[in-house]
């Protein structure tokens, strides 16, 4: 395993991190995740050097932070701690944000809605530090908190000890720059993928000369990228797969596409003696400013493929091949 650091903050961690927004289950998954297998997972992903290992209360509604307390509880000094604040289930004190697996969400960034979510996720992950609290999603009207005021909470709530570095998720360049410039912003979490490529025009540059990690999410866009998923593969309504708005790419005609990317890429698999996802992971760490992947695993055969990524080196000719390979490939019908 690699390991990078955390921005400024002082804190390294896994180059590959753990996601285990599947570990809190629900509709959005098709098959509910065994809670004992997660458990394994977390455990093979730590025996393996993964230190980094990011989840929130929005996930299964506390549940995967649930899960995550369990798992670490013995061995909490492994582990770079992340979990989220900002994203309410079923709680009117924010602001509407859409409904989602039969729960209503709401975003608020009120620092007594923060204080409230810290003492829940700290009791949820049995612990009493979180290494990496970041802000899900920024606020929005009505309820539209200013970032100085967030910011000085986060700035107390780490002064107290309860939290070591401060991160952000899903926020714009500019909202990026807001919070850069009112508090010790450590990292920033958002999606990034070689089929999502968007935060190549400003989000990453900006961590880059700025000296902010970067967590990428969905960079195996939810497996597609792993070629285990054929055009035979079925996903129920309630999957977040089958949201076209979301990820265009499961459909039809644009997986036959992406998978006929995949099958052109047999030689490398060959040099490098790797899987598709291997090769995928290591591409995207090889990407200007990224300095972190997020990569969910129900199993733990998942986070042996996953971790041995961190130690495959691509040359720069195939880095640069690959790269015109997903633009040539073009946008989703």
């Not at 079923?90 to 509407?96: P, T, V």
């Not at 006929?260 to 996802?277: M, R, S, V």
Request: charged share 30%; glycine share 8%.
């Amino acid at each position: 395993m690699k390991y990078s650091a955390l921005g400024k903050s002082g804190i390294e961690a896994s180059v590959i991190g753990m996601g285990t927004w599947v570990t809190g289950g629900g509709g959005i998954w098709g098959e509910d995740p065994d809670d004992t297998e997660s458990i394994r997972a977390i455990h093979a992903a730590i025996d393996a050097g993964v230190t980094l290992i990011d989840t929130a209360p929005s996930y299964g509604q506390g549940r995967s932070e649930e899960v995550l307390g369990k798992a670490i509880r013995d061995r909490r000094d492994k582990v770079v701690l992340a979990t989220k604040c900002g994203l309410l289930v079923d709680d009117e004190r924010g602001a509407f944000f859409t409904e989602f697996d039969g729960h209503t969400l709401y975003r608020s960034l009120q620092p007594e809605t923060i204080r409230d979510e810290i003492e829940d996720s700290l009791r949820r992950l049995q612990t009493d530090t979180i290494d990496l609290y970041q802000t899900h999603w920024p606020a929005i009207e009505p309820i539209k908190t200013p970032v100085s005021e967030s910011m000085a909470c986060l700035m107390k709530l780490k002064d107290e000890g309860k939290i070591r570095a401060i991160g952000l998720s899903n926020v714009s360049l500019d909202e990026l720059k807001e919070n850069d410039a009112e508090g010790e912003v450590a990292s920033n979490q958002f999606r990034y993928s070689m089929l999502c490529r968007d935060a190549e025009q400003d989000i990453l540059p900006y961590c880059l000369e700025n000296n902010i990690a970067t967590l990428t999410y969905m960079s195996l866009e939810q497996g597609l990228l792993t070629g285990k998923i054929g055009m035979d593969r079925q996903f129920s309504e309630e999957e977040f797969r089958s949201n076209a708005d979301w990820n265009p790419w499961y459909a039809m005609e644009n997986r036959e596409r992406v998978l006929d990317l995949l099958a052109g890429w047999g030689d490398l698999i060959d040099k490098y003696n790797c899987t598709l996802a291997q090769l995928v992971l290591a591409w995207t760490l090889e990407q200007p400013g990224v300095t972190h992947v997020l990569v969910g695993a129900r199993k733990t055969s998942q986070i042996e493929e996953n971790v041995a990524a961190a130690e495959l080196e691509l040359s720069k000719d195939d880095v640069d091949r690959i790269r015109r390979d997903v633009v040539a490939l073009g946008s989703p019908a």
